[in-house]
């Protein structure tokens, strides 16, 4: 059974920064692509950014760059989403994904390459 488990989240204030860890298990990520995304109350969610696992290309959303990073370590089967200089409309709950390379038609970024989706893990930033 694949699981993907979230944890990181919290409650910070408006500048500071967290490091969010998704761990896969029951499934061995090594040719797929792996997304972050997030939701806001009252909003859809979207992409905050992903890479493929092979070849290690990578992107962040526009909103993010510059502020959020996606790195991994294949040994552990964990992702990571290290957030700087947080912002309140960063607040959102915010879930990892994967999927086989095969699916992965429309980019990491895109929740529609993803079949694998974590429970998510809520991030709050207060001003």
């Known amino acids: 059974q694949v699981r993907l488990v979230e944890s990181g989240g919290g409650s910070v204030q408006a500048g500071g920064s967290l490091r969010l860890s998704c761990v896969a298990s029951?499934?061995?990520?090594?040719?797929?692509?792996m997304g972050w995304f997030r939701q806001a109350a009252g909003k859809k969610r979207e992409g905050v950014g992903g890479f493929y696992t092979r070849t290690g290309v990578r992107g962040v959303h526009d909103s993010v760059r510059g502020r959020f990073t996606i790195t991994e370590d294949n040994a552990k089967h964990t992702m990571y989403l290290t957030m700087n200089n947080l912002e309140p409309e960063d607040t959102a709950v915010y879930y990892c994904a994967a999927a086989p390379v095969d699916h992965c038609v429309w980019g990491p970024i895109d929740q529609r390459s993803h079949i694998y989706w974590g429970q998510g893990t809520q991030v709050t930033v207060s001003s």
């Open positions: 029951g499934y061995t990520p090594s040719n797929s692509c």
